[in-house]
């Protein structure tokens, strides 16, 4: 894959200065670029590595000033950073493009596939299924009876979607990924064992979702376990049973969400934050990493830290305190030996 300066201009609306037919085949940073390599600059506390680059071509700001010779061919854009985003995705897009039907693999004659579809060696298509256009179904995949896939969805190697689950389009699941195992349910007999609760709901995944590797959304006891639109999950996460997720909500890695909790829309969840099952997260509440949350918060667009969780500031404010704790453990010390002295000289005139 090979591109020149002028060609890159094309897709950025850019203008050239130097070389319009320096070629590249990769993408670097800046200060580790090496010939044949693109790279941009937007932050000025790089603009010293503008001039000792290797790289055969930078995307600037049209509004920068030079200050010594380039050897890089700059293209000028309205805003670098913005118009490496694009690069970056169009690089990506080339990179994953696939198409065609890999063997060995299953796809039983009830499914139903669309356009330009890939699929690839050693997947499973169940009976039943349906599968959008230009979707990409990577290496040992897995899709159960019945699923539906919308349009431009990318499953990657190793994911497994269980029986009656609906992903929308424009989703995106990383490796390993588990939509629709069995939730957690289990009912206590008077013999101090558990009885297995059948799970026959599904999953509902709207579109423009992202689900990093390994994380797992269990399907729902009865009815569906729902991620709205635009959700954007981090690897080893576990969605439970009935959980519903508001539409533009992001979650950090090792979160956990117990069943039939419902996140409001555009909330920020951090890493290791523990919820407790059946209450309601408000929309637009921002969750400090390592909180553990366990009661339902009703306050929109609020902070909260801590575990149990209570407001950032309230938290920021105990810290203060706790980090103060042997300084005033000395202080305490100090006035029980004055007391004890104080009790003792006392005593003596007694």
């Known amino acids: 894959m090979q591109f020149t300066a002028h060609e890159i201009s094309l897709l950025l609306n850019g203008s050239v200065e130097g070389n319009a037919q320096a070629t590249i085949h990769t993408l670097a940073k800046i200060e580790e670029a090496a010939e044949g390599a693109i790279s941009f600059l937007a932050n000025p506390r790089y603009e010293q590595y503008l001039y000792t680059t290797r790289a055969s071509v930078v995307i600037v700001n049209k509004e920068l000033e030079l200050t010594q010779p380039v050897s890089a061919t700059l293209i000028r854009v309205d805003n670098a950073y913005s118009a490496f985003s694009v690069l970056l995705e169009r690089y990506n897009t080339i990179k994953l493009e696939k198409k065609g039907i890999e063997q060995p693999s299953f796809i039983h004659p009830s499914a139903k596939i669309g356009k330009d579809v890939y699929i690839g060696a050693f997947s499973y298509i169940g009976p039943g299924v349906t599968l959008g256009d230009n979707c990409r179904i990577y290496p040992n995949t897995y899709l159960a009876d019945n699923v539906t896939i919308g349009n431009n969805v990318t499953l990657f190697s190793g994911v497994k979607v269980y029986f009656d689950c609906v992903i929308g389009s424009n989703v995106i699941i990383h490796a390993s990924a588990v939509i629709g195992s069995d939730g957690f349910g289990f009912a206590p007999t008077p013999q101090g064992t558990y009885n297995k609760i059948s799970q026959i709901g599904n999953v509902i995944i709207e579109d423009d979702v992202e689900i990093g590797s390994n994380t797992v959304i269990d399907r729902a006891t009865m009815g569906s376990t729902i991620i709205r639109k635009g959700v954007k999950l ?23 969400v117990s069943g039939s909790t419902k996140v409001g829309d555009n909330c920020i969840i951090g890493g290791q934050v523990g919820i407790v099952g059946h209450i309601t997260i408000a929309k637009g509440s921002q969750i400090q990493a390592q909180s553990g949350i366990g009661r339902s918060i009703e306050e929109e667009g609020k902070k909260w830290a801590g575990s149990p969780a209570v407001s950032y500031q309230s938290n920021m404010r105990s810290q203060v305190v706790v980090n103060r704790l042997p300084e005033l453990e000395k202080k305490i010390n100090e006035l029980e030996k004055i007391i004890a002295e104080l009790r003792q000289h006392m005593t003596q005139k007694i």
């Open 234 to 256: 981090d690897n080893l996460i576990q969605i439970a049973h009935n959980v519903e997720l508001g539409s533009n909500t992001v979650i950090a890695s090792q979160t956990g």
